[in-house]
Each structure stands twice: as structure tokens, then as C-alpha cells.
């Protein structure tokens, strides 16, 4: 595609829910990344996919968050019995790698009521 | 934790002037790269400096990095209106090979 793409745009879920968001890197970028980003604040990283490495999954804040990628396309991050604080905007993107720019989507706002 | 971190938080300025923010990192790196946020969505890439490079320019903007002190300068000259906007740096490589940090980001206001 021309870009990354996110969907949903925009979901709206209620506590205790589980919830899927799904990004469409860039075809052939090997390297995809997911961040989290509350209201007013920075980045926050989540997890890395690098080709067929084992992806780094250092940032995910706890074991309701979990995320899969398929080879170098589809990724999904999906969030179990969702809580309040879960509320943010889930921002992806996907590069070449070897610290090349990042490409981002334009993110799922997330909202657990 | 986060990698980078901006300074100052908060940057209002008239337009036409000059702005500056700094990002410093703790760990080493490969690269230090910058973007910019509208509308808390998708961020847009601006510029990426390399671990072996001092200063890098891409028209009104200018980048610089100092890695013995840690630290990166971006500058935007004659601002406008329209460069209001987060601005964040993020580093890559070195420890994390391929893993962009990003930092908590500089609000820059231009004022017309």
C-alpha cells in the first residue's frame, strides 16, 4: 500500500472487553513497531518486529497485551480484559530497518468506558 | 523508560523567529532521527542524523549532534504558523539495534 495503515480509526470498547487493532506496514518494510501514546504525553514503546527475529517485546506493560505478526505483512496487538488506563492512541509503523525512517499510521484511539 | 529526552517541554514563539529544541539520550546509538506530530495522530518524519555526523540541514531546518556530550539540537528558522506542532526525537541502534525510542516530544507554538 502507499502507506501504513491502522484500522479501526477509532474504538470504543468496555472495561473487561478485548480488543484487536490491526496495522498493514509498507510492503516490504521488514521492521514494524507498535507505541502507545496518552493524552499529552511522548511514545511509549510496546513491541518490535525485525524479520524473522524473535520480536522484542520488552515494552508490552503487562500480559493482557500481546501482539503477532505474520512474515513481513499484517500485524495485530491485542489487548485482553481491557482497563481504563488502557485508554490511549495505538500508533504503529514499519521501516526497512537498520535504523532507517519510520513510517507511521495515523494511529486507533482507544477508548475502554 | 524512555531513550531521548526534549527540552524545553514547552516552546511559544512569534513567527518569523527562531526555535530551538534539544534532545538528550543516555545510551549509544547509531542514529538520532526527528519528527513531528500534528493533532496527536501519525507522526511525519523530518530528519535523521547519523552516529558519524555533526550537522545536517534539510531546508529551514537544522540538526546537529554531539555525541560525546549525548545530546542533539534541532532548529527551525523563520518559523510560521503552520510548523506549530510536537516535535520528538528518537533514537536508534546501538544497544537495540532497529529499535526507535522515541522521547516525551517539545510543543512548539508559532504565534502569527
Known amino acids: 500500500g502507499a502507506g501504513v495503515s491502522q484500522s479501526p480509526s477509532n474504538k470504543v470498547t468496555e472495561k473487561g472487553k478485548d480488543v484487536e487493532l490491526r496495522c498493514d506496514p509498507i510492503?516490504?518494510?521488514?521492521?514494524l513497531y507498535w507505541y502507545r501514546q496518552r493524552l499529552g504525553q511522548g511514545l511509549e514503546f510496546l513491541i518490535y518486529?525485525?524479520?524473522?527475529?524473535?520480536?522484542?517485546k520488552s515494552g508490552l506493560p503487562s500480559d493482557r497485551f500481546s501482539a503477532e505478526r505474520t512474515g513481513e505483512s499484517v500485524s495485530t496487538l491485542t489487548i485482553q480484559r481491557t482497563q481504563q488506563e488502557d485508554s490511549a492512541v495505538y500508533l504503529c509503523?514499519?521501516?526497512?530497518?537498520?535504523?532507517?525512517?519510520?513510517?507511521f499510521g495515523q494511529g486507533t484511539r482507544l477508548t475502554v468506558v | 523508560s524512555q531513550q531521548g529526552e526534549e527540552d524545553p517541554q514547552a516552546l511559544s514563539i512569534q513567527e518569523g523567529e527562531n526555535a530551538t529544541m534539544n534532545c538528550s539520550y543516555k545510551?549509544?546509538?547509531?542514529?538520532l532521527q526527528w519528527y513531528r506530530q500534528n493533532s496527536g495522530r501519525g507522526l511525519v518524519h523530518l530528519i535523521l542524523?547519523?552516529?558519524?555526523?555533526r550537522e545536517k540541514h534539510s531546508g529551514r531546518l537544522r540538526v546537529t549532534l554531539d555525541t560525546s556530550k549525548k545530546s542533539s539540537s534541532l532548529l527551525i528558522t523563520a518559523s510560521r504558523a503552520a510548523d506549530t506542532a510536537s516535535y520528538f526525537c528518537?533514537?536508534?541502534?546501538?544497544?537495540?539495534?532497529?529499535?526507535?525510542?522515541f522521547g516525551q516530544g517539545t510543543i512548539l507554538t508559532v504565534h502569527p
Open positions: 509503523a514499519s521501516n526497512l530497518g537498520g535504523n532507517t525512517e519510520a513510517f
Open positions: 510492503s516490504g518494510h521488514t521492521a
Open positions: 528518537a533514537t536508534g541502534g546501538g544497544t537495540s539495534y532497529g529499535k526507535l525510542t
Open positions: 542524523i547519523r552516529s558519524n555526523e
Open positions: 518486529f525485525q524479520g524473522n527475529s524473535a520480536p522484542d
Open positions: 545510551t549509544s546509538i547509531n542514529n
